[in-house]
């Protein structure tokens, strides 16, 4: 089985920072893609920023030059720093991961429990 449990997540103030982790744990073989998705009520889950293995990062047009993301691939975790929060960037954030079991197994999403970021205006 595989794991990902996400921190970080509170209340702040608009313009304030928050940084969420996720630490993925259990079968791990290998990691591919690592991401955070956020879902705001009454509204589809949309991504927010995908990142490689390789480091290849992609951004929500709504997030770019306001968020960061990486990952430390030796401790299976993906990291978002998020500055310059705006109201509209609450939601319940998820982290995901692409997950390959053991050397034979295919690529399976894994997702975590959600941490909510709430922004006061």
């Known amino acids: 089985q595989v794991q990902l449990v996400e921190s970080g997540g509170g209340l702040v103030q608009a313009g304030g920072s928050l940084r969420l982790s996720c630490a993925a744990s259990g079968s791990i073989f290998s990691i591919n893609a690592m991401g955070w998705y956020r879902q705001a009520p009454g509204k589809q889950r949309e991504l927010v920023a995908t990142i490689t293995s390789g480091g290849r990062i992609n951004y929500a047009d709504s997030v770019k030059g306001r968020f960061t993301i990486s990952r430390d691939n030796a401790k299976n975790t993906v990291y978002l720093q998020m500055n310059s929060l705006k109201p509209e960037d609450t939601a319940v954030y998820y982290c995901?991961?692409?997950?390959?079991?053991?050397?034979?197994?295919?690529?399976?999403?894994?997702w975590g429990q959600g941490t909510q970021v709430t922004v006061s205006s």
């Open positions: 995901a991961a692409d997950v390959r079991r053991s050397i034979l197994s295919s690529l399976q999403d894994y």
